[in-house]
């Protein structure tokens, strides 16, 4: 009789333990999980921070993005340079749209990033061109987003990479 009530007194202790266990262990995951969307958003900001300054104290790449890039006659140099830029602004985008969906950041860092693309540069003959690049690497979901996102009013369809008059323009 002892021995079993030692026995039921070691199982409720040990069961106890288990769930002391999984409490603990969620209390961890959840800490490890505010750590990470800290952390993602605080190297978010800090890139943003980071381009605003250099564009800041760059006065050329200034004089650049002042230009408007679809009627103003560009280097070749300068045309490189906006697509580079562009292509920086996507990235970070795809970054941020993952970490939103994955409710590691605030919707508001999203809408921040867009709110710049919406300016006009993606409306460009450059724009578009670099955008149909990156096209065929979304998912679905993103691209219809993003699309109704920026080009809500407009036909994408004559912007592919197949027209050579595009490439000309862009690349030269």
């Known amino acids: ?32 999980n505010a750590i990470t969307k800290a952390q993602f958003g605080f190297s978010l900001t800090q890139r943003l921070y980071d381009r605003f300054f250099r564009i800041a104290t760059d006065e050329d790449f ?18 490189f340079q906006c697509g580079f830029y562009i292509h920086t602004l996507l990235v970070d985008i795809f970054d941020t749209y993952d970490k939103v969906h994955e409710k590691l950041l605030n919707p508001s860092q999203l809408e921040m990033r867009m709110n710049l693309l919406r300016r006009g540069m993606m409306k460009t003959t450059i724009g578009k061109m670099i955008w149909n690049l990156w096209k065929p690497t979304q998912s679905e979901n993103f691209v219809e987003w993003f699309e109704s996102q920026i080009f809500a009013d407009e036909e994408l369809e004559g912007f592919s990479l197949d027209e050579s008059e595009l490439v000309k323009k862009t690349i030269r």
């Open 62 to 79: 200034c004089e650049l993005l002042a230009k408007d890039w679809q009627n103003d006659e560009l280097r070749d140099a300068e045309r």
């Open 1 to 32: 009789m002892i021995q079993e009530i030692i026995i039921l007194i070691v199982q409720i202790v040990a069961a106890f333990g288990v769930v002391v266990s999984v409490f603990y262990l969620g209390v961890q995951v959840k800490q490890q």
